[in-house]
């Protein structure tokens, strides 16, 4: 008898083992995922920091766009933060619009479209094409 209860109480320790360990898979709010994908944000490669505080953001449509590049592309800035956006497309003329904000710009096919601004909203906010109706930035604020 103290042979099987010693046996069921391995069970229930290797089960308690089994079911409180830690994976990669679970997170809590402190415990980022381990197997997560690469975080969205684009590092400084792709907007450029100047000495003033400025950011500048390129955005090459059909190449390292927010749709062609499946959602990665994602820009996060300080509030209060002079942004400017250049979007060239090379295939066709473009009506760029920043959400939100309610600012755009219209360019010929392999122009640069620029959008400059403050960023003096919270939030996140889209840079779309209204000539095709795609996402082409997420601009992030905050």
Avoid at 1 to 6: A, E, G, L, S, W
Avoid at 54 to 63: A, T
Avoid at 83 to 94: F, G, P, R, S
């Amino acid at each position: 008898m103290r042979k099987h209860h010693v046996i069921s109480s391995l069970f229930a320790i290797t089960l308690a083992a089994c079911g409180s360990s830690s994976s990669s898979t679970i997170s809590t709010a402190e415990e980022p995922l381990l197997d997560a994908p690469a975080s969205t944000v684009v590092s400084p490669t792709d907007a450029v920091t100047n000495a003033d505080g400025s950011v500048n953001i390129d955005v090459k449509v059909g190449i390292d766009d927010y749709d062609t590049l499946d959602g990665n592309r994602v820009v996060k800035v300080a509030l209060g933060t002079a942004v400017t956006i250049t979007l060239t497309d090379a295939n066709e003329d473009q009506e760029y619009h920043l959400h939100i904000y309610d600012v755009g710009a219209e360019a010929k096919m392999g122009q640069p479209g620029v959008i400059s601004l403050v960023v003096d909203q919270a939030g996140q906010f889209d840079v779309e094409s209204h000539t095709t109706g795609k996402t082409l930035l997420v601009l992030v604020v905050g």
